[in-house]
């Protein structure tokens, strides 16, 4: 990427404003979410409607080897000779059968909802989810024994409760009749019931889901599967409770495989002023026809982005993409956004400063909060090296991203190594990715690809804002790609600007100082067919420049999102003379040629499109790439991933 920046501290007092911007981040207010929260009243006992009736029931478990208890709503006008379905609404670790009723009034929300006619008719069975014979919350609830009886309350509640449920009450006995929803330890017993047991459940609920909630891989490991049975997939969580990263760990896992599905950012802690709002909610959407495309409206209350520093909840993403933001910077004038495009920031009381942007593009995007006309970094987001400063960042979920999620598999790592270099006599740095089992397979010598950043970026773009350590161990842990270690260097040269001498500096820093480095430094082959140079934009002009040059050396290049731009015109031009001159030698040592653009969007596209042209002309051999997307960090993402897969096939 080419980026020209330029920052200036006007006075002292744009200086104090960002130290209280950084000091002073807002967390805690949401935006005004497209779903009206639970009405005042919801959950307050009316006069003159018809009600339900609760009642305690006990029942044989087998599984505990004991009677249990369970209390049993039934709506309104219930009647034996009607069969109905049926909700299993779990409680938390500090509770039991009771607490749902102490604390949440379900019955009386219920009849609320029952006499507004926005219920189907439906029973509502909150059972005791400790399955051990001393079921009680007392003692020290998190004693292993105690907390394990959750766990074993699976084999009760499918081969004791559901059956004694099924044989007392006239309930319809199939999987699309059966819902499973709870708060907390209860939420998480439902994700792990309900989606391990889709032939029994096909409604499915978590409110404020706890750490028992298993991994998301684990709870879905068969998306078809899980996007064909289930008819609703129903996750929420206040915006300020603790346990937010559970329930986002498992929305991001569900978008990325593109199982519909809601998440549910509310305003709140975890406490029952959420969970009642959450069966407010959820109820109303259970055992009647469910339109997915409905399930974006839910999410104007947003969650974090994964870009976010620690424990910091803005910006925030809604479920359609668009960033909440919020900032407190008090002695301000003006407050903005930028994002290529500039959004004002809205003043609020107390100092406050918010917007919501459009809906986002997916993937990576740089920013930067602009304080009375100075641009600097967003205190609540990771910093990236990437505008020729460092820069916000935000990470909008890609659903086609699944090819960089963190997953079970062999992991490599990415190092940072020190070195002299005798061509610009300065110490300079590069990250390597070496692959899983580099330091334990220390007979084995891997092929190397040299990676090259973009413009206004340097050697952690990669590393960091490509995610290239992820793509190769997925790639390699699924047999698509050789391990091979990845040196990704920083090109930028003492040189400035974009010319023939920052070319040639650069071209001699990778000859003489890095490629001779890693070559005495790492078990690597040394052979031309066991090295591969590629880069983006800038990077991509510097592959050109030092690849085609020396294709003695490098046998496969990747450029992306790049071509020889106009002022490059004369180097072009030699460098289409030396490969008319050498076309032989070129076509018999260059294995592999792949040039990748982000669509006609690609600032780079059309440079690229004249470059081709010439290469046809002189009939050099290349393989060419669309990705649509521009000239931005997801392309690219991509384009690592494909170019990999090509590489050291003999």
Known sequence: MLYVCDIKFRTMKNIAIILVCALAYCFGVQAQSTIPHSQAGFDVEKAGIAQGKIETVTYNSKTVGTKRKALVYTPPGFSKSKKYPVLYLLHGIGGDELEWFNNGKPQIILDNLYAEGKLTPMIVVLPNGRAIKDDRATGNIMAPDKVEGFAIFEKDLLNDLVPFIEKTYPVIKNRESRAIAGLSMGGGQSLNFGLGNLDKFAWVGGFSSAPNTKAPEVLVPNPEATTQQLKLLWISCGDNDNLMSFSERTHLYLQQHRIPHIFYVEPGGHDFNVWKNDLYLFSQLLFKPVDTSSFDKYGLHGARAESNVRNSKYPQLTADHRAIFRIKAPDAQKVQIDLGRKYDMVRQEGGIWETVTDSLGEGFHYY???????????????????????????????????????????????????????????????????????????????????????????????????????????????????????????????????????????????????????????????????????????????????????????????????????????????????????????????????????????????????????????????????????????????????????????
């Open 368 to 650: 930067s909060l602009l304080i009375d006309g100075v641009a600097v970094s967003d205190p609540g987001s990771e910093t990236f090296y990437g505008m020729g400063r460092m820069a916000s960042g935000i990470e909008v979920p890609f659903k086609g991203g699944e090819y960089y999620a963190l997953k079970d598999v062999p992991h490599g790592d990415i190092r940072m190594k020190r070195y002299y270099s005798e061509v610009s006599r300065s110490w300079r740095r590069f990250f390597v990715y070496t692959p899983a089992g580099y330091d334990t397979h220390t007979a084995e010598k891997y092929p190397v690809l040299y990676l090259l950043h973009g413009g206004g970026e340097d050697e952690r773009g990669w590393a960091t804002q490509g995610k290239t350590d992820l793509i190769m161990d997925n790639l390699i842990a699924e047999g698509k790609a050789k391990p091979m270690l990845i040196v990704m260097l920083d090109g930028n040269m003492a040189s400035a600007g974009f010319n023939a001498g920052a070319l040639k500096a650069f071209e001699a820093e990778l000859m003489q100082a890095v490629i001779p480095f890693v070559e005495d430094n790492y078990r690597v082959r040394k052979e031309a067919d066991s090295r591969a140079l590629a880069g983006l934009s800038m990077g991509g002009i510097q592959t050109l420049y030092a690849g085609l040059y020396h294709t003695d050396l490098f046998a496969h290049l990747g450029v992306f999102s790049s071509g020889w731009l106009p002022f490059y015109q004369k180097i072009a031009d030699g460098q289409y003379e030396f490969i008319n001159k050498n076309k032989a030698a070129i076509d018999s040592q260059l294995r592999l040629l792949w040039i990748a653009m982000g669509g006609k969007e690609d600032i780079a596209y059309q440079n690229c499109q004249n470059m081709l042209k010439e290469f046809d002309t002189l009939k050099l051999k290349y393989t060419y790439s669309e990705y649509p997307g521009g000239h931005t960090w997801p392309v690219w993402r991509n384009n690592l991933y494909n170019f990999a897969q090509l590489l050291f096939n003999k």
